[in-house]
């Protein structure tokens, strides 16, 4: 993630906690913040699953 918008992040979030943030900034901080979470991770690929069901046999 850049700088600025580290740095950005860090403002909203502060405004956010001392309760002067506004609804426009308080959005932008939401996105910011999944896109920090979301930063360096690879995209989630879909999985195949197999299911083996085996057949106990009971005698």
Known sequence: MEQYKLNRLNILFEKVVSDEANLVEQHELSR???????DGRDKIKPL???RC???ASVG
């Open 48 to 50: 195949s699953i197999s």
């Open 32 to 38: 910011l913040y999944r896109e920090f979470i979301d």
């Open 53 to 55: 069901f085996n057949k």
